[in-house]
């Protein structure tokens, strides 16, 4: 469970901007805050957190477009609402391209906000689930020697224990031994579930 409440975070250096964003929110019982700068958000910045950043495209030191990359460097689940003028369009469009979830043209529409936070919400809340799953199975993987990860590889292509022993160049036995392993490292309780932690992993990599 993540050790932060869900929250929407707004970073605006305009104070008005940020009153009304926020009472906007906690008007529909969406729990908000907000900061003046990117720098003053950085230090709630959690690698555990569910919600949803507004961010002002153009503010004093770092920009939004420098602290959406650097979220996403960062593999923050937290999902990024570009707030933006006219004349920031193609940035934001950039910045969506970038990883940001949507983007919003000033001045605000009150109901669009509040329905795209609200999904951006649940998207963050699938992408923390996403990400604590595939941190769990990595560190299964990490459990695994080198000769173990083979084996598994060979395991989830479908291969019986003749095959692989043939393709390592060990007698049968061996790769028993290597199986019972990888099963009890792994935690799985069968085969199925060794493809399926593959994926997740495959999935990342993609």
């Not at 799985?188 to 992993?201: C, F, N, R, T, W």
């Amino acid at each position: 469970m993540p050790t932060e409440p869900e929250m929407v975070h707004i970073i605006d250096d305009d104070a008005s901007i940020r009153s009304s964003l926020t009472w906007l929110l906690e008007a529909v019982d969406i729990p908000a805050t907000s900061y003046n700068s990117a720098e003053a958000f950085l230090p709630a910045l959690k690698p555990d957190s569910i919600g949803v950043l507004i961010l002002d495209v153009r503010m004093p030191g770092m920009s939004g477009m420098q602290l959406l990359e650097r979220m996403v460097q960062q593999g923050s689940t937290l999902q990024i609402i570009i707030l933006t003028g006219h004349g920031d369009v193609p940035m934001a469009v950039r910045a969506m391209s970038n990883g940001a979830f949507y983007f919003i043209q000033k001045p605000v529409n009150g109901p669009q906000l509040v329905e795209k936070v609200r999904e951006a919400m649940l998207k963050s809340r699938l992408a923390y689930s996403q990400k604590i799953r595939l941190d769990d199975v990595r560190r299964r993987v990490e459990r695994l020697t080198p000769r173990e990860r083979e084996v598994m590889a060979l395991i989830v292509s479908g291969h019986a224990n003749k095959v692989i022993a043939a393709e390592l160049g060990v007698v049968e036995r061996t790769v028993e031994v290597h199986r019972h392993r990888v099963m009890e490292k792994m935690e799985a309780a069968s085969v199925a579930d060794l493809v399926i932690m593959q994926q997740i992993i495959k999935q990342e990599v993609d």
